[in-house]
């Protein structure tokens, strides 16, 4: 993990509002796939999933990602008190096991077909609430408070640091002091992306993610896999924000 103690030289824009085309474009082509073949386009190591396998891949994830991370996630609360907010929940693989831990789950998705499919195999777990939302805020979530929040590969396919920086902004929104939000960002640098590319997004170096998560409040408290398709970040609300 790298410290996130030194200080952070970039551009960032911050409050610069998402492109409605580029949000249009993303929604668009995250239907297709899901139409096409959504637990491919969510996990591409296989091209045909079982359910068993699908969810219990998820399972793995969330073991490796957050159950093995229970300190930071829940900081002394218990798990089935807790409140966790996904963001890109895709056909419910995590959303599932999310629910599996925690008390409540909400989750949204830019996709309605990936939102269908996920109520649909998420029929038997009342406790997960699934959302299509706008593609670049939580409004749809209204004002609910969430201990942890996570996103799993969703932001390494957004093109667009605004779009990436306003969910950032209203995780910070949802989230309880002190709450974590624990999510991925595109590091390496070295991919040939497009703004107008749905499916490799934006790279971010590591004072890029510092600032983002400074700009509006976050402590990046840790950092990992810098210059890696898979960034991870460890964003802290303050317990007594300004
Ligand atoms: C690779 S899938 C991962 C799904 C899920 N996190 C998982 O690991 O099973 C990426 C998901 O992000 C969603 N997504 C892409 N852009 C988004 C956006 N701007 N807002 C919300 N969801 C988005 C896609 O619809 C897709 O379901």
């Not at 551009?11 to 085309?21: A, E, F, K, M, R």
């Not at 959504?38 to 219990?56: G, I, K, L, N, Q």
Request: aromatic fraction near 12%; charged fraction near 25%; hydrophobic fraction near 35%.
């Amino acid at each position: 993990m790298t410290s996130s103690e030194d200080s952070p030289e970039t551009n960032l824009p911050v409050s610069t509002p998402p492109d409605p085309l580029l949000v249009e474009k993303m929604r668009r082509e995250w239907d297709e796939r899901a139409k096409e073949n959504a637990r491919y386009y969510v996990a591409t190591a296989r091209s045909e999933w079982s359910d068993d396998e699908y969810f219990e891949s998820g399972r793995q994830n969330v073991y490796h990602e957050i159950l093995t991370d229970m300190g930071n996630v829940c900081r002394g609360k218990d798990p089935g008190d807790m409140t966790v907010l996904e963001i890109g929940c895709g056909s419910g693989r995590i959303t599932r096991a999310l629910s599996e831990v925690f008390g409540q789950v909400y989750a949204v998705d830019i996709s309605g077909e990936m939102v269908r499919q996920a109520k649909e195999a998420l029929r038997d777990k009342p406790n997960a609430h699934i959302f299509q939302n706008s593609g670049s805020d939580l409004r749809v979530l209204g004002e609910i408070q969430a201990d942890f929040a996570f996103s799993y590969i969703v932001f390494q396919h957004i093109p667009s640091r605004e779009v990436i920086q306003s969910y950032v902004n209203e995780v910070y929104r949802l989230l309880r002091p002190g709450g974590l939000f624990k999510f991925q960002v595109q590091g390496d640098a070295s991919l040939k992306t497009a703004p107008e590319d749905t499916w490799l997004g934006v790279p971010f170096s590591d004072d890029d993610a510092v600032a983002m998560g400074r700009a509006c409040g976050f402590e990046p408290r840790h950092r990992h896999g810098a210059g890696t398709q898979y960034f991870w970040l460890w964003f802290f609300k303050p317990q007594n924000p300004a």
